[in-house]
C-alpha cells in the first residue's frame, strides 16, 4: 500500500521560506496525481497546491499563487511544495495525498485515498 511521508515543517519568520516534502515508500508517483492540503485550528482542511501524475501540469489556490511552487523529482519519488514569502496566515499543518488520476484537484481532498500523517507549518516573529 502506498505510503506518504511528510517533512520540512517548522517555525520561520514572516517573509521566509520553506521547503515541504512528500515521498512515497516502494511506490512511483508517476501514477498519482498529488495534492498539498493543510488544515489551520478550527479551519477545513483546504486544497493549497496540486500536480498531475505527469507533472506536467498544476493547480494553486489563488491565496498561494506566486509563492509556492509544487514540483515532481526525475524519479517520480518525492514531491515537493516550496514555500515563498510566507505569512502567519500559511501556519497550519500540512498533508500530503495521492489520488489515482491523472489530472488533480484540490476542492475535493475526498478524492484522494492516501494521506499522509501531516507537518506543522508555523509562521510567526
Known amino acids: 500500500q502506498l505510503q506518504l511521508v511528510e517533512s520540512g515543517g517548522g517555525l520561520v519568520q514572516p517573509g521566509g521560506s520553506l521547503r515541504l516534502s512528500c515521498a512515497a515508500s516502494g511506490y512511483s508517483l508517476g501514477y498519482y496525481a498529488i495534492g498539498w492540503f493543510r488544515q489551520a485550528p478550527g479551519k477545513e482542511r483546504e486544497g493549497v497546491a496540486c500536480?498531475?501524475?505527469?507533472?506536467?501540469?498544476?493547480r494553486y489556490v489563488d491565496s498561494v499563487k506566486g509563492r509556492f511552487t509544487i514540483s515532481k523529482d526525475n524519479d517520480k519519488t518525492t514531491v515537493y511544495l516550496q514555500m515563498t514569502s510566507l505569512k502567519p496566515e500559511d501556519t497550519a499543518v500540512y498533508y500530503c495525498?495521492?489520488?489515482?488520476?491523472?489530472?488533480?484537484?484540490?476542492?475535493?481532498?475526498?478524492?484522494?485515498?492516501?494521506w499522509g500523517q501531516g507537518t506543522q507549518v508555523t509562521v510567526s516573529s
Open positions: 495525498a495521492a489520488g489515482a488520476f491523472s489530472i488533480c484537484v484540490l476542492s475535493r481532498p475526498s478524492d484522494y485515498d492516501y
Open positions: 500536480i498531475s501524475s505527469s507533472g506536467r501540469s498544476s
